[in-house]
């Protein structure tokens, strides 16, 4: 692949690492104070860190939240941006919408600039832009809203959880359903023993629905103008631009993404996860279709094996995750990802006992039966008469205003509530063990032996590019 130089914009860089270097260096003793503390403005602004597609959303959620947009960055320009359509036009939409904040290509260039003037980001870029973006903001202050998977590497989510405590800022990851109450009612139940000691859980999702398993990248196009590809690419190793790479389907490119066990499982195992809070796997396999050296697989399965705490047997338990489609397979003519049948990977009946949770769901299986949940408020117990009798739990987990994750953040910050429940204490661990799930499929059929303590594959050292891999010139940071 070739490569580039990086762009000649040193000196906002060089004055931008000072001052984050400053700002993380003093980290033990830090005190953020807001900008509308000083009566500039009335509510806490924010910077939005990737303004289309669900970056869009993020922004507009934030605004109805209560935060004041003051700047908007994306790689995509639409003041330059010619003949745009599809995905590409809704990134233009949800930039004029702000006409009045700031605009930028680069993050680090706005965090510099911007100063005090932002509160708060949300960082809603490809996954391997998340541990930048989000670090970058720490370390200047501001709290940070980062969208799922937490990061694109392993030893990222390990250092973004604790630059989060380091710093003390209000942080939230981006999967929407943490808020809900029925999640958070069920998660009470689990603990409570409504269904006994926790034996297994199961997990699946009908993705990838993106094209995966390709073993080249498409043919090189010039770069539209008002695209800056350069920046787009960053941290991570280089391809040259084609339409089929962005804005979409980079989630298919190990590089960028990290396929449908990364996209989905912040979604469809935070029940499991959430419930049992159970520390770092000791084990990890996966069985997959498909996956090449430059793409996730088009299904797949994976286990994590945990040890024993006080909601399980002696033994521990397993998490198991389904994803894919059985009959599927990558057309690279059109770069997609066609499907031969419907049926996609999911537990057998002896899991599933009957249910119908069509494509995405999630069950939590114990001693006594099963809690059956998806994110779309939907959740059984069977048997049935597992509520008869039982005393259920009052409410420990507070409640989000308006079963809302963005406002749930907000109020965060303004002290309303004490933190975010999907905060990166939380966030962090769990994305580690999805990652090492995602690890796991580039090593198919292997018992991969997890040291946590020493972040690395036990007896496999050379893997460890894969829990943290190296940055492109001039994308390093001091953490």
């Not at 669900?54 to 934030?62: A, I």
Request: glycine share 10%; with cysteine.
């Amino acid at each position: 692949m070739t490569t580039i130089p990086k762009k000649n914009n040193s000196v906002s860089r060089r004055q931008f690492g000072k001052a984050a270097g400053a700002s993380f260096g003093a980290a033990a003793g830090f005190y953020f104070i807001p900008s509308h503390a000083w009566g500039r403005l009335q509510r806490p602004t924010l910077a939005g860190i990737g303004a289309g597609g669900k970056g869009r959303t993020d922004v507009e959620q934030c605004g109805k939240a209560g935060f004041e947009v003051v700047a908007l960055v994306d790689v995509v320009d639409a003041r330059k941006l010619k003949n745009a359509a599809g995905r590409l036009e809704k990134i233009i939409q949800g930039q004029t919408a702000y006409p009045d904040a700031a605009f930028y290509t680069d993050y680090r260039e706005m965090l510099s600039e911007m100063g005090d003037k932002v509160d708060a980001v949300t960082v809603s870029t490809p996954d391997h832009h998340h541990f930048h973006a989000s670090i970058l903001a720490m370390q200047a202050g501001k709290h940070v809203y980062c969208q799922k998977p937490l990061t694109h590497g392993i030893w990222e989510a390990r250092t973004m959880t604790s630059v989060a405590r380091q710093t003390g800022v209000k942080t939230q990851m981006g999967n929407q359903a943490h808020a809900n109450d029925h999640m958070r009612r069920c998660v009470e139940l689990v603990r409570a023993g409504i269904i006994g000691k926790v034996k297994s859980i199961h997990a699946w999702t009908n993705r990838p629905i993106w094209p995966q398993g390709f073993a080249s990248p498409p043919p090189r196009q010039p770069v539209p103008e008002g695209i800056d590809w350069n920046q787009w690419v960053g941290p991570a190793p280089w391809v040259d631009y084609n339409e089929w790479i962005a804005p979409f389907a980079w989630r298919g490119w190990w590089n960028y993404g990290t396929g449908a066990l990364g996209d989905m499982a912040c979604h469809i195992m935070d029940l499991g996860y959430w419930s049992m809070q159970p520390g770092s796997p000791q084990s990890v396999i996966a069985e997959q279709v498909g996956a090449t050296e430059l793409s996730p697989p088009i299904n797949s399965k994976i286990t994590w094996k945990f040890g024993p705490n006080d909601l399980t047997g002696s033994e521990g338990f397993k998490f198991h995750w389904y994803d894919g489609y059985i009959d599927a397979t990558f057309v690279r003519d059109n770069w997609q990802l066609k499907k031969h049948g419907d049926a996609y990977n999911h537990p057998g009946e002896d899991v599933l006992d009957g249910e119908d949770f069509k494509e995405y769901g999630s069950v939590v299986i114990g001693e006594k039966g099963k809690l059956f949940f998806n994110r779309a408020r939907k959740w059984v117990l069977k048997p049935s008469t597992l509520a008869d009798d039982f005393e259920m739990p009052e409410p420990s987990i507070p409640r989000a205003r308006e079963q809302n994750n963005y406002m749930e953040w907000f109020d965060a910050i303004e002290g309303k509530v004490q933190r975010g429940q999907s905060d990166f204490d939380l966030a962090g661990p769990m994305t580690e063990t999805i990652l090492l799930g995602v690890l796991a499929q580039r090593m198919p059929a292997q018992h991969l032996q997890w040291n946590a303590e020493k972040l690395e594959i036990v007896g496999q050292p050379e893997l460890g590019k894969f829990i943290r891999r190296p940055y492109r010139q001039g994308w390093d940071l001091e953490v």
